[in-house]
């Protein structure tokens, strides 16, 4: 009985360890995420049209419905005709986070310094910094959005409660108009992460998909005999020469890629993809330039579905 027991336990000695070193490594991500996020220039999202806001925006004619103190006198003095000074609106939304903490993202090669996992956080983390000092509301998929200087460390404490490890995000209910940032290395079937994706884009939300990948991922750097064991169930393969699998590998990891940023395209989401030998700025100053930058135009658009080849007609 007290074997059965220890059996049942077992399990859950590997998962209580990997929340302790988590635990332990969570100061020097949340350092390290706030050096990269003081790298990269910020400041609040602009909503690239007129609004309460303290950027200038543009100069349009006066109208009978604007009041007189609107008017820009200088501006107005260099023409025949009264010009308004409207300014860019500015406003707090709300950005959803989620980190793929699941066992795949513990890999980490010779070829990096970090496990993928340890770089989703900090990305993440710096990415929270960055946007609760441009006055943004930032939060994890399913819970409550944080506002303020103290966003990042609020971000990292839900982060080391969670004891979710599935590789695709959660259902959660998210307000539209918000955006959503997704941190994994999206190795699932495609077509598995994208039908979650069409569900939140469904509500109304854009949607930054960041692909992290180990170097050796990427290349399958191994020669020789070699065993492959797969981190979520735990399968190994033993490859006589691992060499000469290498290049079925990469096209097969180039066209799940592929497929990936089409779906992402299709629904108007951006879709990036780092290495965790490179470095995080990179990423964060990418990530918060279609922050920014893109469009926000958040109406769900339905994947693209190829209309059928008409047959030709008989001369």
Known sequence: MANAQAKQQQPFLGEEAEAHGLAARMPALLIESQRVAHTVIHGTHGRRRAGPGETFWQFRHFDVNDSASSID???????????????????????????????SMHFRSSLAKVTKESRAVVLSLALTELLARAGERVGLLGGTPFIGRSAGRKVAEVLLRQTEDASLPPPARLSRFSECLLFSDFLEPVNETVERL??????????????????????????????????????????????????????????????????????????????????????????????????????????????????????
């Not at 005709?81 to 709300?94: K, S, Y």
């Not at 918060?288 to 926000?296: E, K, N, Q």
């Open 198 to 315: 069409q569900t939140m884009a469904a509500q109304g939300v854009r949607g930054h998909l960041v692909q992290i990948l180990d170097p050796a991922e990427e290349t399958l750097p191994y020669s020789g005999r070699t065993e492959f064991a797969a981190s979520e169930d735990g399968t190994r393969i033993i490859a006589g020469r691992a060499e000469s699998m290498r290049d079925d590998y990469r096209e097969r990891m180039e066209r799940h890629r592929i497929d990936l940023a089409e779906a992402a395209r299709r629904l108007g989401w951006s879709f990036v993809v780092h290495h965790t030998d490179r470095p995080p700025e990179e990423l964060v100053l990418t990530v918060h330039s279609h922050l920014a930058g893109l469009d926000r135009d958040y109406r769900y658009r339905a994947p693209e579905i190829a209309a059928p080849a008409t047959p030709a007609q008989p001369a």
């Open 73 to 103: 006198w200088r501006r107005s003095a260099a023409s025949d005709q009264l010009f308004v000074r409207e300014r860019e609106w500015e406003a707090a939304h709300t950005v959803w986070l989620w980190v793929d903490l699941s066992p």
